[in-house]
């Protein structure tokens, strides 16, 4: 009966010598490459920390006009550098401005990282129904895992700090970026693609000519997901020592401090909204450019 | 074959007693609402006092997990949870002096575990290459030793996790002791998980560490840190606190000091107090020493064991210690259930 009503485990004491070989294991690897793996990444390290000083060394006011000249550049739309400008000043007179800063470093880079490997990652995919079957459960597992279990590896592999909290950002931001290039590209018409086949167009032409412009809407809305994901993350990563605007979240979640709280995670969700604006009229625009080319 | 099946039944007629008797007994202690820190010793802590509990006096324990400045804001607000175990009273204690003489809590126990200590410690690693910086103050000279990654030319103090009491009281020294103009950055860990790992990850590649823990812990045990004494005295009660244990706006002119001795308690609220007597009795007289305690964690780390699983384990081992803090009865009754 009893077999019936309990389901048969493996045993407590087996189970815990899993547990530790895995872990002997893991501490062994961590023992023998976690210093290789650390300096591999110095690099990556090293521009972070440029980076973050760069934005909080400069005055304030050539930050907020390459910022505006940015958004400018992204939008071309007047109300967009303005709000920008309003919402960044109202960021420093409340006295977040250098946690924004780290942040937004830490951001802009994560989403590079993500777009420069889920792009190309996302066209494998779309090139064969094999590739795809076996990247899309590593995506998800990427996607969905808790993010403790994952930092709890990286943080014995490279410490604290602001590597190993990149790391976490980007595992959990790339994801949609890779899907949606996928979707994407496999969405665009048939008939186009035999068409461009027709005039003679080869694989990289049909790819960048054809495909990827036909995509770009929804690669788009990747980006703007993946932006969105590593500002949430930015918070989680602040668990493992990354400065920035999850650091005083954090510290009002512990403290029950409301008003700290709600100003940094405003803040968060006003970086959010910029990234997130500028890049979708910056996508509608690149196709603006290219319905007029239709058209002609 | 007989034998086997007589002892079957006699435990099943013992868990039948057994539970018609929790039952009964339920009613004289009713359900419980039990803190459950945030760090190893907390939870085994916890797990203990919930299987004696619910075992040995027939109350119905819920733990509700936090660290100690959630936990205690919660306990001192809305009374809820009743019962903190292993209260480290440091970060609280004006509020908890408050809360007592107001009649809302109630400390039953003075030193629920023995041996305890904050403070900084130190790699053992460096501590054996660095025989001559035996002191707190003789290693704040030397950043240069403990290169911090993100920032080479300063050395990194590793602080504590933001929301536990000790974040403040590092934040206070930092600036008591002048570190930032010795060249020191006080890196927070952002979390436990941050604080163990980045200890972890020195100890096991034999790098410096210099940074905020405390004992008694499996990673003091397992790492053997060595703790730094402090040249100067504990500099009183009115500058620790008044100010260091503060925010630091509220402490303009830290002392240096050394740190204040740990204390401990088992803190209930006084509805706890009156609706469960006996049960009170039991926290009152549980404590675990020292060594124990740290032999419990450092089972607990190596055998990945949840505070409930390490909770059984010491009953199971440490038989002697535990039924000294209870009556025969509940004895037996916790005994059936192993």
């Known amino acids: 009966m009893e077999f019936f009503d309990e389901f048969p485990t493996m045993g407590r004491s087996d189970l815990r010598d899993l547990k530790k070989a895995i872990d002997g294991g893991f501490r062994s690897f961590s023992r023998a490459y976690g210093e290789g793996l650390e300096n591999f990444f110095d690099p990556l390290l090293h521009f972070l920390v440029w980076f973050e000083r760069l934005l909080t060394n400069t005055p304030w006011p050539i930050v907020l006009l390459v910022i505006s000249g940015l958004v400018w550049l992204g939008s071309r739309s007047w109300v967009m550098v303005v709000g920008t400008l309003i919402c960044f000043s109202v960021i420093g007179y409340l006295d977040m401005w250098e946690d924004t800063m780290a942040t937004l470093a830490i951001v802009s880079v994560a989403t590079a990282i993500c777009i420069l490997i889920g792009l190309p990652v996302g066209i494998l995919m779309a090139r064969s129904n094999k590739t795809q079957a076996a990247i899309t459960p590593i995506l998800d597992v990427m996607q969905t895992i808790p993010s403790f279990v994952y930092l709890i590896p990286v943080v014995m592999l490279l410490g604290i700090g602001k590597v190993p909290g990149l790391l976490a950002v980007c595992i959990y931001a790339l994801p949609p970026m890779a899907r949606l290039t996928n979707l994407g590209i496999r969405l665009v018409d048939k008939e186009v693609l035999e068409a461009a086949t027709a005039f003679g167009a080869d694989y990289r032409q049909k790819l960048f000519g054809v495909q990827i412009p036909l995509a770009l809407p929804t690669i788009f809305a990747g980006v703007n997901q993946t932006i969105m994901m590593a500002l949430s993350m930015v918070v989680i990563a602040s668990l493992i020592g990354v400065a920035g605007l999850g650091v005083p979240v954090l510290r009002a979640v512990s403290n029950q401090y409301l008003a700290l709280g709600l100003m940094n995670g405003l803040a968060i969700v006003a970086l959010a909204i910029i990234f997130d604006r500028v890049s979708q009229r910056f996508g509608q625009r690149m196709q603006a450019h290219r319905d007029q080319g239709a058209g002609h | 074959m007989t034998n086997k099946r007589l002892l079957t039944l006699a435990a099943g007629a013992a868990a039948l007693a057994f539970s018609a008797s929790g039952a009964m007994a339920q009613d004289s202690c009713g359900s419980v609402s039990m803190a459950e820190f945030d760090w190893p010793s907390g939870e085994l802590l916890a797990n203990v006092d919930k299987i004696i509990l619910e075992e040995g006096y027939g109350c119905d324990v819920q733990l509700v997990n936090g660290g100690t400045t959630t936990i205690f804001a919660s306990m001192n607000e809305k009374g809820e949870p009743e019962v903190a175990g292993e209260l480290w009273i440091n970060a609280v204690r004006d509020l908890l002096e408050k809360g007592i003489d107001e009649g809302e809590l109630k400390i039953v126990n003075d030193g629920p575990i023995t ?92 790098e410096p560490w210099f940074g905020y823990y405390w004992a008694p812990t499996a990673m003091i045990g397992k790492y053997e840190m060595v703790l730094l004494p402090f040249e100067v005295d504990y500099a009183g009660d009115e500058n620790w606190n008044g100010c260091i244990a503060l925010a630091e706006q509220d ?43 740290n032999k419990m964690l450092v089972y607990m780390q190596d055998e990945q064991a949840s505070g409930e699983d390490a909770a059984y384990y010491f009953l199971e081992n440490h038989e002697d210690i535990w039924t000294e803090w209870v009556s025969d009865e509940v004895v037996s009754k916790v005994k059936e259930e192993l």
């Open chain 2, 115 to 206: 041996g305890l200590g904050e403070g900084w410690w130190v790699t053992p690693k460096f501590a054996e290459e660095h025989p001559d910086l035996d002191t707190v103050e003789k290693l704040l000279e030397h950043p240069e030793l403990f290169p911090y990654a993100e920032d080479e030319s300063k050395g990194a103090f590793i602080g504590c996790p933001a929301g536990w009491g000790c974040q403040l009281i590092n934040a206070n020294m930092y600036r008591a002791f002048d570190m930032e103009e010795k060249g020191w950055e006080l890196v927070d860990p952002g979390s436990a998980a941050g604080l163990d790992g980045s200890m972890a990850k020195a100890a096991e590649r034999g």
């Open chain 2, 251 to 293: 402490c303009e002119d830290p002392q240096k000091t050394a740190w204040t001795k740990s204390e401990v308690r088992t803190v209930v609220t006084d509805e706890f107090a009156e609706k469960a007597g006996p049960a009170q009795d039991y926290l009152s007289k549980r404590i675990f020493p020292g060594e124990i305690m």
